[in-house]
Antibody, heavy 121, light 113 residues
Framework: QVQLVQSGGEVKKPGASVKVHCKAS????????ISWVRQAPGRGLEWMGW????????NYAQKFQGRVTMTTDTSTNSAYMEVRSLISDDTAVYFC??????????????WGQGTLVTVTS | DVLMTQSPDSLAVSLGERATIHCKSS????????????LAWYQQKAGQPPKLLIY???TRESGVPDRFSGSGSGTDFTLTISSLQAEDVAVYYC?????????FGGGTKVEIK
């Protein structure tokens, strides 16, 4: 069965970086992409971007351009998302979700369990 | 970006009664070429990731109970839970995937009256 398992929670200081890991199993990793969505405490869902696991092509939401990098490692069926220059507003649960190969603009039926990133001094 | 507006913010419904959630997009999410509305609905329970319920505005995802139904076209959409069950307590989100970054509504919290 399709599974996306994410790395554990992180506590970071403002200005630091965080890298969240999403490990996929149960399907051919390079047949799909990975989208990343975040949710601040008590708030709604915010799409951050998408990466193709086959080509490595990315599409970032404009808000995150230049501060977020999404990568994949096909040898381990893993996706990573790094956020730099963290601020308190980046405190959120970060989700990975399986996406189509050619676009992140599609509903996601498979999600990771979420990774809580807390930014605090 | 396409703005998605949900109403109400929350609602309380008796067990077995109907729950209706509305979602309005700032522009049409209907694509004439394939006659499809690029609109999805998700259910999110506390501490869990979102669960896809409906896509193409009215197509139920595999395994989703048929008490959940989606309707609407263009800019106005509705998610209906025909007979609310205790396990349906959750926050529900609409999402457009028609253009630009996919965007979500603000969510509607459904509780038991």
């Amino acid at each position: 069965q399709v599974q996306l398992v994410q790395s554990g929670g992180e506590v970071k200081k403002p200005g630091a970086s965080v890298k969240v890991h999403c490990k996929a199993s149960g399907y051919t990793f390079t047949d799909y992409g990975i989208s990343w969505v975040r949710q601040a405490p008590g708030r709604g869902l915010e799409w951050m971007g998408w990466i193709s696991a086959f080509t490595g092509d990315t599409n970032y939401a404009q808000k995150f351009q230049g501060r977020v990098t999404m990568t994949t490692d096909t040898s381990t069926n893993s996706a990573y998302m790094e956020v730099r220059s963290l601020i308190s507003d980046d405190t959120a649960v970060y989700f990975c979700a399986r996406a189509p190969l050619v676009s992140g603009s599609s509903p996601s039926a498979y999600w990771g369990q979420g990774t809580l990133v807390t930014v605090t001094s | 970006d396409v703005l998605m507006t949900q109403s109400p913010d929350s609602l309380a419904v008796s067990l077995g009664e109907r729950a209706t959630i509305h979602c309005k997009s700032s522009q049409s999410v209907f694509y004439n070429s394939n006659n499809k509305n690029y609109l999805a609905w998700y259910q999110q329970k506390a501490g869990q990731p979102p669960k896809l319920l409906i896509y193409w505005a009215s197509t139920r995802e595999s395994g989703v109970p048929d008490r959940f139904s989606g309707s609407g076209s263009g800019t106005d959409f509705t998610l209906t839970i025909s007979s609310l069950q205790a396990e349906d307590v959750a926050v529900y989100y609409c999402q457009q995937y028609y253009t630009g970054p996919p965007t979500f509504g603000g969510g509607t919290k459904v509780e038991i009256k």
